[in-house]
């Protein structure tokens, strides 16, 4: 097989979006995005001898300082894309990266592609495994790959297909799930699509739900940089929920390809006795639904399957949708220099924990700024 180099956007997306494991996070918006903030994009293509594109790969590539040292880190967020079955292919495109990593002397290479590895059945609590995924991990393995200590995305999350009618879904929810959502529609609860203009005030709210639920997040232009250009090149969507035009809840829904994604999600404490994150959810499915979409991820599942675990509870209220667990193999390492490898492992927590403190900070100044609003 021969990779090329991909510079248009059309060409890319229009390719991307039909690869198996197509995600937004590996469509060329968000690759523009990621270079506003220290990264550097290179996009690849792997064809057949008959000029079939069967793989490609959005590597984003960034310069670190490792005490006096600088040297090179790649991630491939959510790729790379191909059939993991087809061992030419993945051969292939394994070998293509890992050649690459050496001979650009990075540090790492990290990918992290929807890789199905089993299921978590609800109603049993049994997880059954996906033989074909176990054995990509155990080729991964031999090939000197490591599981990330730093794993970026979620490794595991809930799918809900939205192909069948309203009322089968609905009736595929769970009992309180369809009762939360027409007791919001009940209270007056309404939802609306949002625009350009609302975003400052979602990423307030944004703000304010992470210093709640204390998860850390990053700063205010951040989020407006991304939401903004998402929505620009028609991959994002805006919806909130008012009581009385007062905003509630709200979400930035992504999609691409066959689906749509629930990646950021924020709320304030007034009013949640009406559920509004419960229609809230039911209307990005019926937003998703009539623009043609075939899948909804609700981005994010636990690691463990346990009441224990910190997202039991967000778990709960997205399986409630009717959806399916989905289990992926997670981030793998390529460490291309070992020594160097294990030294910015080392020093990777220390920096992290610098950077939280730092982040909560500016997060409580963020929600403040929304306190006292009626």
């Known amino acids: 097989m021969r990779s090329r180099t991909v510079t248009t956007r059309e060409e890319w997306d229009k390719v991307v979006s039909h690869l198996p494991g197509a995600h937004v996070l590996q469509s060329w918006e968000w690759g523009e995005c990621k270079t506003r903030y220290g990264w550097s994009v290179q996009r690849r293509f792997w064809?057949?001898?008959?000029?079939?594109?069967?793989?490609?790969?959005?590597?984003?590539?960034?310069t670190i300082r490792i005490g006096p040292v600088s040297a090179a880190v790649f991630y491939l967020p959510k790729g790379p894309l191909l059939d993991w079955q087809d061992g030419a292919v993945r051969d292939s495109v394994l070998s293509d990266l890992e050649n690459t990593a050496r001979r650009?002397?990075?540090?790492?290479?990290?990918?992290?592609?929807?890789?199905l590895t089993g299921r978590y059945i609800l109603d049993s609590g049994e997880s059954p495994s996906d033989l074909r995924g176990e054995e990509t991990i155990h080729l991964l393995r031999h090939r000197k790959w490591r599981f990330s200590g730093e794993q970026v995305q979620f490794r595991n999350t809930v799918q809900l297909d939205i192909r069948p009618e309203e009322?089968?879904?609905?009736?595929?929810?769970?009992?309180?799930?369809?009762?939360?959502?027409?007791?919001?529609?009940?209270?007056?609860?309404?939802?609306?699509?949002?625009?350009?203009?609302?975003?400052p005030a979602l990423a307030r709210m944004y703000a304010e739900t992470a210093d709640r639920d204390g998860f850390v997040i990053r700063s205010e232009k951040y989020y407006l940089d991304v939401w903004r250009?998402?929505?620009?090149?028609?991959?994002?969507?805006?919806?909130?929920a008012e009581v009385n035009g007062l905003p509630v809840s709200a979400l930035i829904l992504f999609h691409f390809a066959d689906r749509g994604w629930y990646f950021y999600g924020m709320s304030r404490a007034l009013h949640r006795e009406k559920m509004p994150n419960h229609l809230l959810q039911w209307e990005a499915i019926r937003w998703l639904r009539s623009h043609g979409y075939a899948y909804y991820d609700f981005w994010g599942a636990p690691d463990a399957f346990v009441e224990s675990d910190p997202m039991w509870g967000v778990f709960q209220f997205k399986t409630g949708f009717g959806g399916e667990v989905l289990r992926y193999a997670g981030a793998w390492d390529y460490p291309a220099a070992p020594l160097l490898y294990g030294a910015y492992h080392l020093l990777l927590p220390r920096m992290l924990d610098v950077?939280?403190?730092f982040s909560r900070r500016r997060t409580r100044l963020m929600a403040n700024s929304t306190r006292g609003l009626s």
Do not use: C, F, W
């Open 47 to 62: 064809e057949r001898g008959d000029s079939e594109i069967a793989a490609a790969a959005q590597i984003l590539r960034r």
């Open 167 to 199: 009322d089968v879904l609905l009736s595929n929810m769970k009992q309180k799930t369809r009762y939360n959502i027409r007791l919001a529609q009940k209270r007056g609860v309404e939802v609306r699509p949002g625009s350009e203009e609302d975003l």
């Open 229 to 240: 250009a998402m929505l620009q090149a028609g991959l994002a969507q805006p919806l909130i």
């Open 104 to 115: 650009e002397h990075a540090v790492q290479l990290k990918i992290d592609p929807d890789l």
């Open 355 to 357: 950077t939280r403190i």
